[in-house]
């Protein structure tokens, strides 16, 4: 759900606005399974929705959104780095993702899903994150 | 000629007034299958001097039986039934009741309170559940006045939990419309569970009706849903698995190999970040592989 929310509140830069919005998800086929099931057919803006899984990281192109199970957290900094030049947003999952490179990290506190979001690492890659994000991400660097 | 219809006056107020008149004649009625007939006999009976002979008692008993079932057909809202407990009822009440009739009384008796159990059934069946309740509710009652040691825990565990999972089943169908079937599954399972607080079924059945109700409330958010509410409904939905996860654990206690509860156990921790918990339970399911 946050994921797929995420695309609404995030601005990409003008060549990422036309054809199908691409998320992508790394390791987790449960999560892929959820967003096509919940979200497979739906648009984000004008663009039709588009979910893939990718298992290796040999697998992965070009997305709007790139979601980073927990499984592959060691491969965080190196795919920020190796996406830093596109328009990713590199969403991570409970591991310092953000001191990696991800724009986004979710982490769990007090049984519940939390994000903090880092706006450096989103300007580094053309991305502006709206203001909302900041209000309810539980640290904003 | 009018000597003779003088006797014939007498005679007729001797046989209303006096003797075993009315129980006679509601016999001869009764055995012939004129029961509305032999009910009226049977009425004036319990207002004559017959009343005191426990006889009296159990022909009506039996007189009224015969009614509800043959005239009313069995049906639940029939009024003979209730007539005919009664007059049994009043028969067990007599000092000096007959041993033989108050042993058929008795029978008789407790085969319509098993008739009360037969209508909750059907109830059950046709999704009228509070009816159903009602009617399993006088069976117990009428059990247990007949017999007040006889432990009748075990049924009403299961009969609640079948009522349970009846009203949970009509909420999934119609969820999330007719919610208030998702309140009345959960007040049933509770009362299993208040009988019986090792229950394996009632644990499980209100752990798991808590957890869905969770992933129900994720499940449904829509799309535009912002923020905002999507922490919201992320507190309700903790609050739900936190509320499942003890219920869950003791049914699993009880039931140690049983993976369904494992899978349960599992998806309770998984939904609040619990990783060592969703480890443990990876262990056992495996071990029970």
Redesign the interface.
Known sequence: ??V??FAS?IDWPSNYKSGSFVIGVYGDKNVYDLLVK??GN?TVGAQSLKVKLFNSSSEIERCHILYIDKSKAAEVKDLASKYKSQASLIVSDRSEGLKNGAMINFL?Q????QFEISKTNATKSKLVLNS??A??AVKVE | MKRLLNILVLSLVCSFGFGQGFNRKAQTAYSVGEYVVASQYSDSAIVSTEKDNSFTWLLRGYIYKSIWANVDTMSPSSNARETAIASFRQLRTMENADSADLAKGNKAMYTLAKSYYNDAVVYVNNNLLEKAEGSFEKYLSLSLEMYPEKDLSRQKIEFYNALGSRAIGIYNKYKPEKSEYYDMALSYYYKSFNIDSLDRSANYNIGIIYYNRGVDLILSMPDETDLEKIFEIQDKTVELFLLSKPFIKRAHNLDPTNKQIMEAGKGIDWQIGDEEGVKEWDEKLEQTE
């Open positions: 759900m946050f797929f929310r509140l919940d979200h739906k769990f007090n049984n519940r899903i909302q994000l209000g309810y």
